[in-house]
């Protein structure tokens, strides 16, 4: 079965600085998605950006970028200018290209913004 | 923007109740879910319902689960004799289309679960 792992329970970042948040997963698969999630508190899951396995190009949306490094199986997401509403928890999830339409999620990074 | 809700934010039971957990998915969605997380784990799939019926579910899914979409609008979760162990965050998901490339899940809020 497919894992992901989210190394850091809890970060913080000072507001207007750059933060990245690690994932790594493991699956014997070479076609599959990838996602990152964020959920306020007390708020709904937001997909906060997507990366297809198959694009070598890096995932943007705006102030939110990915380094997904296929081989090594690393999905991190940089948040640059962080502002205080990207507080919130963050998922990393992955899903198969093939196989159902489940999602495997990791535990989840706390980010706490500093003023 | 649309979105998915749950009812209620919070429900306390005693062991052994049963317990219905209530979702509204998105309203062209077509396709819908139930993930857990029990606290400090991971968030982990139940159940994906298409057509009125299953379409996948997990080892977690057992007879104790049931999924129904009652009404046309409505998506709910039954735990029929609840157990200690289901305390968790409970999300429902919904999404528009099967096709893999396309299936973008939207997430409920979720429903604390209490079993005391």
Redesign the interface.
Known sequence: AQT?TQSQPEMSVQEAETVTLSCTYDTSESDY?LFW?K?PP??????VI?Q?AYKQQNATENRFSVNFQKAAKSFSLKISDSQLGDAAMY?C?Y????T?????????TSLTVIP | EP??TQTP?HQVTQMGQEVILRCVPISNHL?F?W?R?IL??????LV?FYNNEI??K?EIFDDQFSVERPDGSNFTLKIRSTKLEDSAMY?CAS?EV?V??K???????GTRLSVL
Do not use: D, H, P, W
């Open positions: 992901v998605y999630y959920q007390s708020r709904q899951m937001i997909l997507r297809e998922f999830a899903r198969s290209a093939n159902g339409n489940q999602f495997y999620f990791g535990t989840g | 979105e998915v934010s396709y879910y993930y997380q400090g784990q991971k968030v982990e799939f994906s379409s996948e997990s999300f999404s099967k893999l490339a299936n973008i899940q939207y997430f409920g809020a």
